[in-house]
């Protein structure tokens, strides 16, 4: 059973691949990239990742510019809750596809951990890293792992701030609401500097706006009906 599901999902992707193939060739300015929630299925959990591995060299094979992951927490929508872990799977498998989560919840993290990881990522890839963060959309992942909803776009941004700023390298100092660090040497940097390129999550078009402004990529919903 699990060698059909594998089979299918190949072919599946496969006739994907061919027609963005057919839509790159008609309009060369394009890049197609895929985002992959790896939901799980009734397979075994390491043949699921086996799979989505395999899908991920089958898009670099194909001239796909990006692969996505997103990050969920105790919910079957999402088999990667860390998404550094499978991406430096990704990282080791593959050499030409950039490749990031899209989105590491930052409420989530320890910022200064999160500096060390995306670097790690960045130079195991030889700077093919893509940073997407958001704060997280639903409430109940975010109360799962004790963090209240109402004070996460707070969390995020100062965790974004802190780092943007651990990614340039250098000593990090940062006294906030949240985090607060004093004068912490930064051994790891990215390859890509000052850091890789940024997608955010975002849920309104003033948000969308303002990412835009600064050159940030954006990933969302589409606009409620009515």
Avoid at 21 to 28: G, L, N, S, T, Y
Avoid at 114 to 135: N, P
Avoid at 152 to 166: Q, R
Avoid at 180 to 190: A, F, G, S
């Amino acid at each position: 059973a699990a060698a059909r599901s594998a089979g299918e999902i190949q072919q599946r992707s496969l006739l994907f691949m061919v027609a963005a193939i057919v839509c790159c060739q008609a309009m060369a300015a394009v890049a197609f990239g895929m985002f992959d929630h790896v939901d799980r299925s009734d397979e075994p959990v390491g043949v699921l990742y086996e799979q989505r591995l395999k899908l991920v060299e089958a898009a670099e094979a194909a001239g796909f510019r990006t692969y996505h992951v997103a990050e969920h927490h105790a919910t079957r929508l999402g088999m990667a809750p860390s998404p550094g872990i499978f991406l430096a799977a990704v990282a080791q498998r593959t050499r030409r596809i950039r490749f990031g989560p899209l989105v590491y919840l930052l409420p989530l993290y320890t910022p200064l951990r999160l500096v060390e990881e995306i670097a790690m990522l960045d130079q195991m890839s030889g700077g093919r890293f893509e940073l997407g963060v958001g704060r997280g959309i639903s409430p109940y992942e975010l109360a799962y792992c004790g963090v209240d909803f109402l004070e996460a776009p707070a969390m995020y941004a100062e965790a974004l701030e802190v780092i943007l700023a651990g990614l340039r390298g250098g000593r990090l100092t940062q006294r906030a609401r949240y985090y607060r660090y004093l004068d912490v040497p930064i051994e790891l940097t990215p390859v890509q500097r000052a850091h890789p390129p940024l997608w955010q999550g975002v849920s309104s078009p003033g948000a969308a706006g303002t990412a835009a402004g600064g050159g940030v990529k954006i990933v969302g919903t589409g606009p409620n009906a009515g």
